[in-house]
């Protein structure tokens, strides 16, 4: 069985930081593209970074281009999202997800999420 269990959220003031991490089970882990998407009620979800298989190829919404740092530890199953100079508008519910996908660039659809792990800025 695929699992994906994100962990690492919390409450944070404005311009502080924190590293989400996601730990994978079920499936080969070096064979998933990986993504981190947030969702806040109302609004549609959000990309914000994905990882090809590989780790090789990363991309960013351009609201966190140059704050967020996406990264993989295929050793350890374990994907990470380091968020720095954090923003009240960063505040979500964030979720990583994953599918098989072995080129060297990010996918375009995911097929695996986990529960979410809430992020909350404080102005």
């Known amino acids: 069985e695929v699992q994906l269990v994100e962990s690492g959220g919390g409450l944070v003031q404005a311009g502080g930081s924190l590293r989400l991490s996601c730990t994978l089970s079920?499936?080969?882990?070096?064979?998933?593209?990986m993504g981190w998407f947030r969702q806040t009620p109302g609004k549609e979800r959000e990309r914000v970074s994905c990882?090809?298989?590989?780790?090789?190829?990363?991309a960013y919404a351009d609201s966190v281009k140059g704050r967020f740092t996406v990264s993989r530890d295929n050793a350890k199953n374990t994907l990470y999202l380091q968020m720095n100079s954090l923003e009240p508008e960063d505040t979500a519910m964030y979720y990583c997800?994953?599918?098989?996908?072995?080129?060297?660039?990010?996918?375009?659809?995911?097929?695996?999420w986990g529960q979410g792990t809430q992020v909350t800025v404080s102005s």
């Open positions: 997800a994953s599918r098989p996908y072995s080129a060297h660039q990010c996918a375009s659809e995911y097929w695996y």
């Open positions: 079920g499936f080969r882990f070096t064979e998933h593209a």
């Open positions: 990882i090809s298989s590989r780790g090789s190829i990363t």
